[in-house]
């Protein structure tokens, strides 16, 4: 039982390339997000998918793009990475309804130079 | 806007000692607030949580006191062990179809031996 996997591990763009980062879980989860984490400012949710089919943008969408693929898979892409978007991305899921909490994936560096 | 505010960045005790992290929040509608632990390389993993009709929630050496009318909760982690050594995260979220949390910005606790 994986969890949350997230790939790759790590990436470094050139300005201006693009990318998708891949999360897929097997929890049956409903609902799938994607956070930002920066020293100092702990994690900030990017974009999150309620359930299968729908998304809607977090606390910094800007320059993100989030694909909800089916229950399992949500990818989140950058098409001009810039290099405000170093940082390492959390894809995470959780159930529906009280007492359910949110697992996380381990996490993929990215860097942009 | 930063709706959920943890102090102190940093906290370094001694074996045996009590580690206290404190966190604030502004939104009245949150009625979920876990604690999440990281360690180097990780992704974040849920620790202890707690509702608001409750002020004290313990599980093993980790307890969270939660203060609804000071918008405050804190987490305390008794006889503190090196294996302690971790960023802890508080976040607060609204109960509805997906888990969308507001974290902290992160403690780093280093436990001496």
């Known amino acids: 039982n994986a969890g949350v996997t997230q790939t790759p591990k790590f990436q470094v763009l050139k300005t201006g390339q693009s990318m998708t980062l891949q999360c897929a879980q097997d929890?049956?989860?409903?609902?799938m997000y994607w956070y930002r984490q920066d020293p100092g400012m702990g994690l900030r949710l990017i974009y999150y998918?309620?359930?299968?089919?729908?998304?809607d943008k977090g606390e910094v969408p800007n320059g993100y793009n989030v694909s909800r693929l089916n229950k399992r898979e949500f990818s989140l892409r950058l098409e001009s990475a810039a290099p405000s978007q170093t940082s390492v991305y959390f894809c995470?899921?959780?159930?529906?309804?009280?007492?359910?909490?949110?697992?996380f994936g381990q996490g993929t560096r990215l860097t942009v130079v | 806007q930063q709706q959920v505010k943890q102090s102190p960045q940093s906290l370094i005790v001694q074996k045996g000692g009590i580690s206290i992290i404190n966190c604030a929040y502004e939104?009245?509608?949150?009625?979920?607030f876990p604690w999440y632990q990281q360690f180097p390389g990780k992704g974040p993993a849920l620790l202890i949580a707690?509702?608001?009709?409750?002020s004290e929630k313990k599980e093993g050496r980790f307890t969270i006191s939660f203060n609804k009318s000071a918008k405050q909760f804190s987490l305390h982690i008794m006889d503190s062990q090196p294996g302690d050594s971790a960023t802890y995260f508080c976040a607060a979220s609204i109960l509805g179809s997906a888990r969308q949390l507001t974290f902290g910005s992160g403690t780093q606790l280093t436990v001496l031996p």
């Open positions: 995470a899921s959780s159930g529906t309804g009280r007492g359910t909490e949110a697992f």
């Open positions: 707690i509702r608001p009709d409750v």
């Open positions: 998918s309620a359930s299968e089919g729908t998304t």
């Open positions: 939104n009245t509608a949150f009625d979920y």
């Open positions: 929890m049956n989860h409903n609902s």
